[in-house]
C-alpha cells in the first residue's frame, strides 16, 4: 500500500500549484481521501477531504482557493491550488481511510489508514 504525493515547488505569492496524490495497492473508490500539511514549528492541520460521493470540505483558511478532486479510474486524488499565500507554505500530505471507518470531518479526514509521504510547497517572492 503507497500513496505517492508529488507537484510541489517554489511559487510566487499569487500563483497556483496541483498536488497529485497517487494510490496503489488498494482501490481509491471505496476510500474517504484527505490533504493534511504541515508547517515548520506547527501542527499539523487538515487542508481538505473528499468522499465517496465527491462531496468536498475545507478548511476555513483555503475555502474558495483550493480545490480537491478524484479520479478513480486513475486511482488519484488533487488538490488544485490556487491564489496560494507565504502562509500556505508546508509540507503537504495526502490520507486515505476505508469509508467504513472514517469520515470528512470539517476540512479534515478522520482515522486515517495510509499516509503519504509529503510534498514541499513553499510560497515566496
Known amino acids: 500500500v503507497q500513496l505517492q504525493a508529488s507537484g510541489g515547488g517554489l511559487v510566487q505569492p499569487g500563483g497556483s500549484l496541483r498536488l497529485s496524490c497517487a494510490a496503489s495497492g488498494f482501490a481509491l473508490e471505496y476510500h474517504i481521501m484527505g490533504w493534511f500539511r504541515q508547517a515548520p514549528g506547527k501542527e499539523r492541520e487538515g487542508v481538505s477531504c473528499v468522499n465517496l460521493l465527491s462531496d468536498t470540505y475545507y478548511a476555513d483558511s483555503v475555502k474558495g482557493r483550493f480545490t480537491i478532486s478524484r479520479d478513480n479510474a486513475k486511482n488519484t486524488v488533487y488538490l488544485q491550488m490556487n491564489s496560494l499565500k507565504p502562509e500556505d507554505t508546508a509540507n503537504y500530505y495526502c490520507?486515505?481511510?476505508?469509508?467504513?471507518?472514517?469520515?470528512?470531518?470539517?476540512?479534515?479526514?478522520?482515522?486515517?489508514?495510509?499516509w503519504g509521504k509529503g510534498t514541499l510547497v513553499t510560497v515566496s517572492s
Open positions: 490520507a486515505a481511510v476505508s469509508a467504513a471507518f472514517g469520515a470528512c470531518v470539517g476540512g479534515s479526514l478522520s482515522n486515517q489508514d495510509y
